[in-house]
């Protein structure tokens, strides 16, 4: 199991192991929200939600700015309370959080195999010296 706050004797703060300290947090830890619905919200499985929450995971994790209060009050409404639903917010947040690091360290993995496969290629004698000549020809003057 993996401890709530990161053990500073080992001075294991790398951040994917700071991330799996929040991710093991905010998807198993005591919540008044199943921890079952919370991995699912995460995932952004919404073939597995309710119909009701179905738009609210969906709002937060693609466009979180365009969540409305009238989003909330239906989620009360038909029963979910307000632990429940800012455990659902902070998992859909941390669900996409990790999709989008993913697909940043992805992208610059593509990026450098392929700057190491690229063959150099040589700069022009004229352009490489060009910067040095006219720094010569200001200081110069």
Same mark, same amino acid.
């Given at each position: 199991? /993996?401890?709530? $706050?990161?053990?500073?004797?080992?001075?294991?703060?790398?951040?994917?192991?700071? %991330?799996?300290?929040?991710?093991?947090? /905010?998807?198993? &830890?005591? &919540?008044?929200?199943? +921890? #079952?619905?919370?991995?699912?919200?995460?995932?952004?499985?919404?073939?597995?939600?309710?119909?009701?929450? #179905?738009?609210? !995971?969906?709002?937060?994790?693609?466009?979180?700015? #365009?969540?409305?209060?009238?989003?909330? #009050?239906?989620?009360?409404? !038909?029963?979910? +309370?307000?632990?429940? $639903? %800012?455990?659902?917010? !902070?998992?859909?947040?941390?669900?996409? &959080?990790?999709? =989008?690091?993913?697909?940043?360290?992805?992208?610059?993995? =593509?990026?450098?195999?392929?700057?190491?496969?690229?063959? !150099?290629?040589?700069?022009?004698?004229?352009?490489?010296?060009?910067?040095?000549?006219? /720094?010569? =020809?200001?200081?110069?003057?």
């Amino acid at each position: 199991m /993996v401890p709530l $706050v990161p053990d500073t004797d080992n001075d294991d703060t790398a951040p994917e192991s700071l %991330f799996a300290v929040l991710r093991h947090a /905010v998807l198993d &830890g005591p &919540g008044s929200t199943p +921890s #079952r619905v919370r991995h699912v919200v995460a995932h952004a499985k919404l073939d597995e939600v309710s119909h009701e929450l #179905r738009g609210y !995971v969906d709002t937060m994790r693609e466009h979180a700015w #365009r969540s409305t209060d009238e989003q909330v #009050r239906d989620l009360l409404t !038909v029963g979910w +309370s307000e632990d429940q $639903v %800012f455990e659902l917010t !902070v998992a859909v947040a941390l669900g996409a &959080g990790q999709r =989008r690091l993913d697909a940043g360290l992805a992208a610059i993995a =593509r990026a450098q195999t392929r700057q190491a496969t690229e063959p !150099v290629t040589a700069v022009p004698a004229q352009a490489a010296a060009w910067p040095v000549a006219e /720094v010569t =020809r200001h200081a110069a003057a």
